[in-house]
């Protein structure tokens, strides 16, 4: 144990935030997230951890709405993730009754950023140690997905992932970003994503929980039948390239 983690504004000597840092190992502890935005759509992704029988689902979801057209989904600490979105929901409720417009996907994003940043320089508290990425579609249209982690600083991307597998998911999207941004349809780009969480952790699709938000749509989360028939889809996709590929061997 350092002295220099006892409190959050405290510098080590080689100029680090301890307790940003260990909020940032709780990340990717976490849950595996994955999120891309194609010119149709916005998928948010996340692996589920199993649940109890006796448990009722819907209070597991880690795939929460922040207003009709944004949803956020997060890896680390649950209770921390839940803090921060009732904090962006009254957020964005206030920007609708202030400003009579939906706020924007970087307006929230900026806001959670700012939070953070905040609690890692006051004495009595800690970083939140969760990182988050927001998904939505702005006023005119344009999709739009963004991270932030426990530090307070936040970027937008095309598609992005964090938590335990965040690299294993992070080689698969970095391998397809063309046929990611080419994907004609929300169901191609669902199929991405079940493939990206499927690549890293070879979980049933029970284990999955998927969100697809379209412009001016409802929030669409996906069916477990859904997710079923693209994981059984994967895998016989799979299976045909291995044959393939003894087949090229074999020559």
């Not at 504004?9 to 990340?27: F, K, R, T």
């Not at 009732?86 to 957020?91: I, N, T």
């Amino acid at each position: 144990m350092s002295r220099f983690d006892e409190s959050v504004n405290i510098y080590s000597p080689d100029g680090h935030l301890l307790q940003v840092e260990y909020a940032q190992e709780a990340v990717r502890k976490g849950s595996t997230v994955v999120g891309l935005r194609t010119k149709e759509c916005v998928v948010l992704g996340v692996e589920k951890r199993a649940i109890d029988s006796l448990q009722i689902e819907r209070t597991s979801r880690k795939i929460k709405k922040i207003d009709q057209h944004m949803a956020m989904t997060f890896a680390g600490l649950t209770a921390d993730a839940r803090v921060l979105v009732s904090r962006a929901q009254v957020e964005a409720q206030s920007h609708r009754l202030n400003f009579d417009r939906p706020a924007s996907v970087e307006y929230i994003t900026r806001y959670l950023a700012r939070l953070k940043q905040t609690y890692t320089q006051s004495v009595a508290r800690r970083p939140f140690g969760v990182s988050c990425l927001i998904g939505g579609f702005d006023e005119d249209g344009r999709p739009r997905l963004f991270q932030t982690d426990p530090s307070g600083i936040y970027y937008e991307w095309s598609a992005n992932t964090t938590g335990r597998l965040g690299q294993t998911v992070n080689e698969y999207l970095e391998k397809n970003t063309a046929a990611i941004s080419r994907a004609p349809d929300a169901a191609s780009a669902m199929k991405h994503v079940v493939r990206a969480l499927f690549t890293a952790t070879s979980l049933d699709a029970s284990f999955y929980e998927l969100a697809v938000l379209r412009y001016r749509q409802p929030i669409e989360m996906v069916k477990p039948e859904t997710l079923e028939y693209l994981l059984g889809v994967i895998k016989q996709e799979a299976v045909e390239e291995a044959l393939k590929q003894r087949r090229r061997n074999a020559l």
